[in-house]
């Protein structure tokens, strides 16, 4: 799990999601772990998204500056 003041990159990002799906897909977590790993799959993904977003404004930005 990241700490709370530390952001991943986003393609580090995208692997522990997929870390994480797989954990949860193993079945062998408590329910507490479980509820751990959604939560941290879930800030992941907010945190992805919004990199997503930021970098489509960003080249929309940067194509209408061309125009």
Do not use: P, W
């Not at 799990?1 to 949860?24: S, W």
């Amino acid at each position: 799990m990241t700490k709370k003041n530390e952001t991943l990159g986003y393609d580090k990002a995208v692997i522990r999601i997929e870390e994480i799906v797989h954990q949860m897909e193993e079945g062998s977590h408590s329910m507490d772990d479980l509820s751990k790993l959604v939560k941290e799959a879930s800030k992941l993904i907010k945190e992805c998204r919004l990199k997503l977003k930021m970098t489509e404004e960003e080249i929309t930005k940067a194509f209408s500056e061309d125009e």
